[in-house]
C-alpha cells in the first residue's frame, strides 16, 4: 500500500512539473508517455528488444560470476596473487566506457558482442574484488583453531572459506544485478544492432520523446523485478546452505 502510496505520489509530482515547464520535448507527461508505452506494449518489436536485452544481461552475469569468483578467491587466499592480479584489474576497471566501445567497434564492428564484452569488461572487477575482500576478510583464527584440531582442509575451505564467502557473492550479484542492465542498455545504444538500447537510439533519432521514457521505464522495471527476485531466490539458497554447513 505504501508503495503504490508512493508511486502515485510521484506521478503527481512529475504531471505537476510536466505541466509548469510545458515542453514535451523535455518533460512529457505522464499520459504522453504511458501512451506511448501502451503503443509499445501493442508492438512484437518491443518484445524482440526485450527478449535481446534479457539475453545479453543473463551472459553477462554468468560469465561475470564464472570467471570473478575463483580469480577473486585466488587473489583472497594468496597475498602474491592478489599483488599480482590487482594492478591490472585496477587498469580494467578504470578504463572509461567509451574507450571500451571504440576497441570492440575495431574488433567486431555493430552487433550483440559489442555490449556483451563492454558489459563484461565493466562489471567483472566488482565481482573480483568484492570476492577477494570475502575471502581476506575471513577470520583467521577459526582457520588456525581448526587446523590445530586437525579438520580435514577440505571442509575448512566449504565451512569456512566458502561459508564467508557466500554472502560477497550474493552481495556482488544484487550489485550486478542491478548495473548490468544500466550498462547493457547503454552499450546497445552505443554499437548494438538490438535491444532496448536500440529502440531508444530510434526513438532519439525520430524526437519521439514520450517514447524514449516509456523505454526507460521498461529498462527499470526489468532491472527492479530481476534485483527483488535474485534476492529472493538467494535469501532461500543462503538458508538452504546454513542448515546444511
Not at 554468468?62 to 577473486?72: E, K, N
Not at 567509451?98 to 563484461?120: D, E, M, R
Not at 519521439?208 to 527476485?229: C, H, K, M, N, Q
Request: hydrophobic residues 55%; proline residues 4%.
Amino acid at each position: 500500500m505504501k508503495i503504490l502510496f508512493g508511486i502515485l505520489i510521484f506521478l503527481i509530482a512529475w504531471q505537476i512539473f510536466a505541466a509548469i515547464l510545458n515542453v514535451p520535448l523535455i518533460l512529457p507527461s505522464p499520459y504522453l508517455t504511458f501512451k506511448s508505452l501502451y503503443n509499445l506494449a501493442l508492438q512484437q518489436e518491443t518484445y524482440q528488444a526485450i527478449f535481446s536485452t534479457v539475453w545479453k544481461s543473463l551472459l553477462v552475469l554468468l560469465m561475470v560470476i564464472a570467471i570473478g569468483t575463483p580469480v577473486g578467491f585466488l587473489m583472497g587466499i594468496s597475498e602474491s596473487v592478489y599483488q599480482i592480479f590487482r594492478p591490472a584489474i585496477t587498469v580494467v576497471q578504470a578504463v572509461p566506457v567509451i574507450s571500451w566501445l571504440a576497441l570492440v567497434i575495431f574488433v567486431w564492428g555493430i552487433g550483440w558482442k559489442g555490449p556483451v564484452v563492454i558489459s563484461f569488461l565493466s562489471l567483472l572487477p566488482i565481482s573480483i574484488f568484492t570476492t577477494a575482500a570475502g575471502v581476506r576478510s575471513t577470520d583467521k583464527s577459526l582457520i588456525e583453531m581448526a587446523r590445530v584440531y586437525k579438520v580435514p582442509q577440505v571442509k575448512i575451505i566449504r565451512t569456512i572459506y566458502l561459508g564467508s564467502l557466500v554472502p560477497f557473492v550474493f552481495s556482488t550479484v544484487e550489485v550486478i544485478i542491478g548495473d548490468v542492465w544500466k550498462v547493457i542498455v547503454v552499450s546497445e545504444y552505443l554499437c548494438g544492432s538490438d535491444g532496448i538500447g536500440v529502440l531508444i537510439s530510434w526513438a532519439r533519432q525520430y524526437v519521439d520523446v514520450p517514447r524514449i521514457y516509456a523505454l526507460t521505464i521498461i529498462a527499470v522495471t526489468l532491472g527492479i523485478a530481476s534485483e527483488r527476485l535474485v534476492k529472493i531466490a538467494f535469501k532461500k539458497v543462503l538458508e538452504k546452505w546454513q542448515m546444511q554447513s
